[in-house]
């Protein structure tokens, strides 16, 4: 499987309120690990040169990814799960999304809630091995 020249759907910025900011929109990029040069602490500061990898319209596991950025063919159709790599998908992957706090949560404790985590993960913020995780979580982190 190849990468092809994908251009990116337009998603709607993260969503905003007085105590909630929601990262589901747009900004996630991931990438198979593999295929990355850096290391989390590395990736996980602002202005980390990722213009690489595949644009999620929200985190959502990996094959959906690639499935709606049109990389794979749809595996629910005829015979087409047979051209989907079993043994690429069977890896480790990097999401990531860069992001600014509103100032209104500046010396406060804010939780990121991770809902789509369905396995493990490890998760860096402003350049710290964060949380690590083996199932559906939130991690903790001062602003």
């Known amino acids: 499987m190849g990468k092809a020249a994908l251009s990116r759907r337009p998603i709607p910025a993260h969503n905003l309120s007085d105590s909630r900011l929601e990262l589901a929109g747009g900004g996630w990029r991931v990438e198979r690990d593999s295929l ?5 602490l590395a990736l996980s500061k602002p202005g980390f040169a990722d213009s690489t990898g595949w644009w999620p319209p929200s985190p959502a596991p990996v094959l959906v990814s690639y499935l709606n950025a049109g990389a794979i063919p749809d ?15 069977q ?3 990097w999401y990531r999304n860069e992001f600014s706090a509103p100032p209104a949560f500046s010396g406060k404790r804010v939780w990121l809630n991770f809902d789509g985590i369905n396995w493990k993960a490890d998760v860096f913020l ?17 602003m």
């Open 36 to 40: 990355v040069k850096a290391d989390g």
């Open 75 to 89: 595996p629910n159709f005829s015979d087409n799960q047979l051209m989907v790599s079993d043994s690429f998908f």
């Open 91 to 93: 890896a480790d992957f």
């Open 126 to 142: 402003k350049a710290k091995n964060s949380a690590a995780s083996t199932a559906p979580s939130s991690a903790a982190a001062s």
